[in-house]
């Protein structure tokens, strides 16, 4: 498939590059985003919010709230607040809701539960410095011995949260749930998006929600592919994330992946336009001219050109050594999935016919291959 060739294009500054999104939620908004700025984008969601079940539950546990008149509110998700009060609304309970979270000291743990907070009309007496529940537990430590807490909590909160509160002496702890997560794609799109970001045929993959990058894993390890998966994450994939909460389950599997000073998906669009356009982009001057690699697609003689997965780690390889030799061992070593001197040769082949002209790509004999520069 061939990327639209116009100049225009060239300039988008995610022009070339393939990213899978993986969310569902602000998910169109996410894709058209990068769209604008010229990605070619790959929208498997993986998970979902969705109400509870039995509201009932949701419903118990706020007439609980109301009845314990907790000093300390915790809130860690902006959804899930507002949730909350609109079920509280629709049951009768918003007004004795808001009575008693008026009385009590409120601490958010990042910006977006901040801005529901105030929303509603509250005021939050603290707010998490890097958006981790955990952080917050620690700045609140010496406050939370003898209270009476409620948390407001999500579906992937730290599994050992309620005991850590518990630790720090909470008393009366009333937890509020007020929804959870479902799959929101089949299985086999699942495995094949596992199968894309091991073979190097995505330059980069965006999670806003570490239950979605729980459910990769999960898939990935259902089918023995897991180290296969965090390898290519860590060295071909570029990983991109909303925030330290969402980063979290990557840095345990020694993923490192992009984490914006905001967590916001503006800033994450930001910050993967910046590295990208750093580390994925590598151009040479040629003797066809100037020639253009931004993942898998080459910008040459005002043509865009979709290479294989092979062909572009050979290019990438040639135009990083900017008409130098690069030998044959060390190009079949960069080769997905197969090493060897007829895997070589058929990659070139098939770059060479890929290219306006077969001789930009030279070979040097018993040597190896560089780019006619």
Same mark, same amino acid.
């Given at each position: 498939?061939?990327?639209?060739?116009?100049?225009?294009?060239?300039?988008?500054?995610?022009?070339?590059?393939?990213?899978?999104?993986?969310?569902?939620?602000?998910?169109?908004?996410?894709?058209?985003?990068?769209?604008?700025?010229?990605?070619?984008?790959?929208?498997?969601?993986?998970?979902?919010?969705?109400?509870?079940?039995?509201?009932?539950?949701?419903?118990?546990?706020?007439?609980?709230?109301?009845?314990?008149?907790?000093?300390?509110?915790?809130?860690?998700?902006?959804?899930?607040?507002?949730?909350?009060?609109?079920?509280?609304?629709?049951?009768?309970?918003?007004?004795?809701?808001?009575?008693?979270?008026?009385?009590?000291?409120?601490?958010?743990?990042?910006?977006?539960?901040?801005? $529901? /907070?105030? &929303? *509603?009309?509250?005021? #939050?007496? =603290?707010? +998490? %410095?890097?958006?981790?529940?955990?952080?917050? @537990? !620690?700045?609140?430590?010496?406050?939370?011995?003898?209270?009476?807490?409620?948390?407001?909590?999500?579906?992937?909160?730290?599994?050992?949260?309620?005991?850590?509160?518990?630790?720090?002496?909470?008393?009366?702890?009333?937890?509020?749930?007020?929804?959870?997560?479902?799959?929101?794609?089949?299985?086999?799109?699942?495995?094949?998006?596992?199968?894309?970001?091991?073979?190097?045929?995505?330059?980069?993959?965006?999670?806003?929600?570490?239950? $979605? /990058?729980? &459910? *990769?894993?999960?898939? #990935?390890? =259902?089918? +023995? %592919?897991?180290?296969?998966?965090?390898?290519? @994450? !860590?060295?071909?994939?570029?990983?991109?994330?909303?925030?330290?909460?969402?980063?979290?389950?990557?840095?345990?599997?020694?993923?490192?992946?992009?984490?914006?000073?905001?967590?916001?998906?503006?800033?994450?669009?930001?910050?993967?336009?910046?590295?990208?356009?750093?580390?994925?982009?590598?151009?040479?001057?040629?003797?066809?001219?100037?020639?253009?690699?931004?993942?898998?697609?080459?910008?040459?003689?005002?043509?865009?050109?979709?290479?294989?997965?092979?062909?572009?780690?050979?290019?990438?390889?040639?135009?990083?050594?900017?008409?130098?030799?690069?030998?044959?061992?060390?190009?079949?070593?960069?080769?997905?999935?197969?090493?060897?001197?007829?895997?070589?040769?058929?990659?070139?082949?098939?770059?060479?016919?890929?290219?306006?002209?077969?001789?930009?790509?030279?070979?040097?004999?018993?040597?190896?291959?560089?780019?006619?520069?």
């Amino acid at each position: 498939m061939n990327a639209p060739s116009s100049q225009s294009t060239l300039q988008a500054p995610l022009a070339g590059f393939r990213i899978a999104v993986t969310s569902d939620r602000r998910s169109q908004e996410l894709v058209e985003a990068l769209e604008r700025r010229g990605a070619l984008v790959e929208h498997t969601p993986l998970l979902k919010l969705a109400p509870l079940d039995n509201e009932e539950q949701l419903l118990s546990q706020t007439r609980q709230v109301i009845a314990q008149r907790p000093h300390l509110l915790l809130v860690t998700t902006g959804y899930g607040f507002r949730r909350w009060f609109d079920s509280a609304e629709a049951a009768g309970l918003g007004e004795s809701l808001t009575r008693v979270l008026s009385d009590a000291q409120i601490h958010v743990r990042g910006a977006k539960a901040l801005g $529901a /907070v105030r &929303a *509603l009309g509250f005021t #939050a007496a =603290s707010v +998490g %410095s890097d958006g981790l529940t955990s952080t917050l @537990l !620690r700045d609140l430590a010496s406050d939370i011995r003898g209270k009476k807490v409620a948390i407001q909590w999500h579906a992937d909160s730290d599994p050992d949260l309620i005991g850590s509160l518990h630790r720090l002496g909470a008393r009366d702890l009333v937890e509020v749930e007020p929804y959870r997560w479902v799959d929101s794609a089949r299985e086999e799109s699942m495995i094949e998006l596992v199968h894309s970001l091991i073979a190097g045929r995505l330059d980069a993959v965006t999670f806003t929600s570490a239950p $979605a /990058v729980h &459910a *990769l894993f999960a898939v #990935a390890r =259902s089918r +023995g %592919s897991f180290d296969a998966l965090t390898r290519s @994450l !860590r060295e071909r994939v570029t990983v991109a994330t909303v925030g330290p909460v969402t980063a979290a389950p990557l840095q345990s599997a020694g993923v490192e992946p992009l984490i914006p000073e905001r967590h916001r998906m503006g800033a994450m669009i930001l910050q993967l336009i910046e590295h990208l356009g750093t580390h994925g982009t590598l151009s040479c001057q040629t003797a066809l001219g100037a020639c253009q690699l931004r993942g898998h697609t080459l910008y040459v003689e005002d043509q865009s050109i979709e290479l294989g997965q092979a062909q572009a780690e050979v290019l990438r390889r040639l135009l990083d050594a900017g008409g130098a030799v690069v030998s044959r061992a060390e190009l079949v070593s960069l080769l997905p999935s197969v090493s060897s001197n007829h895997a070589l040769d058929m990659a070139v082949s098939r770059l060479r016919k890929s290219l306006p002209d077969p001789t930009l790509v030279s070979t040097v004999i018993k040597r190896g291959y560089r780019l006619n520069v």
